[in-house]
């Protein structure tokens, strides 16, 4: 090599460890910016928590899961990835999937990035969880307690309260309070009305954030409940005729869409006091409603076919443990908005992930 050869082949070599140097600063700043995701609620965000405790309200078998390339059943309530799923390697704190909090196997590293203590059949009224033996609201905050507990004890407490305040907490919940608990059975019915039951969720709302701003958390998400009416579980009970006639049942999206206003608002008077109390807080409000109203109104701009039936067994009722190894099921799941006749499928959670990116980016980057 003569000596401007090995000139060339120096500088190269500088400019190749600067480069390295660059996208390691790069991977650490945006680190930096968002260092966990941490996600409580019901079905729409577990992704097996279910799998590890008693109650019916599973998954975890076929034809669940099958669109996973090894067709593994996880305990999410679709065929495949979870919104959430989407979220968590999109932001770069996963690589696949965003795993459950009650898996015994997790290490240090992955309580660290993220974990969904969420429970599928869970609600805010305290009646909800408990009509299906699954795990309260409140408990998924403990086990969070319990998970930074460990954090700590590994990595400090200092670091860990950086962590927190540089992580996302997201929180999905409220169909189940008024699909399986306030229009299912009388024992709400009686004593509260539409509008005094939407304020009371939204009361639970508001304490759980609370909890999570004493803990020390500064970014919190909360997401707004589905257009109600078109879940292809409410068609079949509500319509006059639940197989000629299955047009979404308006009184419940109605009721949806109002509980999503009460909701903005409430989050809309805690900013407002958190701006005077603690400027670094940010809650911010995700929409389902839209993202799933647009999916099922413009079906054939996203490729759907079935909008108002699941793709496992009839479409109409079975979900759960109604959907099973034994049930019949649809050809392309990605034609159907969803999977059983209560949860999306996967092409539909990826849609509401696309459809939330804006949201997503301008948490990242607050
Ligand atoms: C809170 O403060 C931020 C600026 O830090 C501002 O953009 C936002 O509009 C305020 N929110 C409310 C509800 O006043």
Known sequence: ????????????????????????????????????????????VDPGNNNYIKTPFRSNFPPYGRDFSNQVPTGRFTNGRLATDYIASYVGLKKDVLPPYLDPNLRIEELMTGVSFASAGSGFDPLTPSMTNVI??????????????????????????????????????????????????????????????????????REFIQDLLAEGARKIAISGVPPMGCLPFMITLN?????????????????????????????????????M?????????????KPIADMIQMRKRFGFDEVDSGCCGSGYIEASILCNKLSNVCVDPSKYVFWDSIHPTEKTYHNIFLASLSTIDFIVNN
Do not use: W
């Not at 090995?6 to 910016?33: D, G, P, R, W, Y």
């Not at 699909?179 to 639970?204: D, G």
């Not at 006059?240 to 999503?260: M, W």
């Not at 109390?277 to 409603?289: M, N, W």
């Open 1 to 44: 090599m003569g000596i401007s050869n090995t000139h060339l082949f120096l500088s190269l070599v500088q400019i190749f460890i600067l480069c390295l140097l660059c996208f390691m600063a790069k991977v650490e700043a945006s680190n930096q910016k968002l260092s966990g995701f941490y996600v409580f609620g019901d079905s729409t």
């Open 136 to 205: 309260p609201i409140e408990k998924q905050l403990e086990y969070l307690r319990e998970c930074r507990k460990r954090l700590e004890d590994a990595l400090g407490k200092r670091r860990i309260e950086n962590h927190v305040k540089n992580a996302v907490f997201f929180l999905s919940a409220g169909t189940n309070d008024f699909v399986l608990n306030y229009f299912a059975i009388p024992a709400r019915r009686k004593s509260y009305s539409i509008l005094a039951y939407q304020q009371f969720l939204i009361q639970h709302v």
């Open 239 to 275: 319509s006059p005729n639940a197989f000629f006639q299955r047009d979404c049942i308006n009184k419940y999206s109605s009721i949806a869409r109002d509980y999503n206003l009460l909701l903005q608002h409430e989050l809309h008077a805690m900013q407002l006091q958190l701006n």
């Open 277 to 289: 109390s603690t400027p670094d807080a940010k809650i911010y409000y995700v929409d389902i409603y």
